[in-house]
């Protein structure tokens, strides 16, 4: 088999990636040489995410650096993204809780340049690579902080919150996919309480962080939806629960009164 595409193709199919074809023809693009590209598929045949090979990942505008500090973006979580981009007044402010490689973030602050995001992520790696991708972009409207949720803005309150938090319980971890459970950060991942603490932290100090007229999105696993939804109503929020692309409910919405 004389052809580096053919090869790589054949060693793809046959190592379980399902869009062989399509990843073939980015690594072959994106390799400066025919031993780069046959590299780069024998560690994607081993599951290392493409994404992480290739450096980058698309989110909705913006293609992102990305590697194994931070998540890879979710096609989901542009709907998130788009959520705040039309619901965000003029000129408003807006927090992106848990924000990782920046894709919301930076989404959000490129889309709507009136908008001043503050993005907020535990992980200074997290952090490193948001700035880089905002650099690229040139974004002036983020300001980066790092901190345990709120811990670091005890009393700054927000237009609209966006909060894509780990909720992946400590059960459900062993049983992901390979290419996430061995690659990407487990910190970025999972929370105790089947996956809830966050969120159910998150909600305990929403009342003090958000203006009058104020709201907020989580992102979350399917199941969590109804119980995140009763936690908001205790917590004296109309709320409202999104369907993803694929019909699982998959965001939930706090309203202010």
Request: proline residues 7%; hydrophobic residues 45%; glycine residues 8%.
């Amino acid at each position: 088999m004389d052809d580096p595409a053919e090869k790589i193709r054949y060693l793809l199919k046959n190592s379980g990636i399902g869009n062989f074809n399509q990843e073939t023809r980015w690594i072959i693009s994106e390799s400066a040489s025919a031993q780069q590209a046959w590299e780069i598929a024998q560690r994607r045949a081993a599951g290392e995410p493409l994404q992480y090979l290739l450096g980058s990942a698309p989110f909705r505008n913006l293609m992102l650096k990305v590697d194994p500090r931070v998540l890879i973006p979710r096609p989901e979580t542009e709907l998130l993204a788009q959520w705040i981009i039309d619901r965000a007044p003029g000129n408003g402010s807006i927090l992106d809780l848990g924000c990782g490689s920046g894709a919301i973030a930076i989404a959000v602050a490129t889309e709507r340049p009136d908008l001043h995001v503050t993005a907020i992520d535990v992980s200074r790696d997290a952090l490193d690579v948001a700035g880089e991708n905002a650099s690229i972009y040139k974004v002036k409207n983020i300001e980066f902080i790092h901190s345990y949720l709120f811990d670091a803005i005890p009393l700054v309150k927000f237009d609209i919150i966006g909060a894509n938090l780990p909720y992946v319980t400590d059960e459900e971890f062993p049983l992901l996919d390979r290419e996430v459970r061995d690659f990407e950060p487990r910190l970025a991942l999972t929370a105790p309480e089947n996956g809830m603490a966050l969120i159910r932290k998150t909600i305990e100090n929403l009342p003090h962080h958000l203006l009058p007229g104020g709201s907020a999105i989580f992102e979350l696993s399917p199941p969590q939806a109804g119980i995140t939804a009763g936690l908001l109503g205790n917590a004296g929020f109309k709320t409202a629960i999104l369907r993803d692309l694929c019909n699982r409910e998959r965001f939930v919405c706090a309203m202010t009164s």
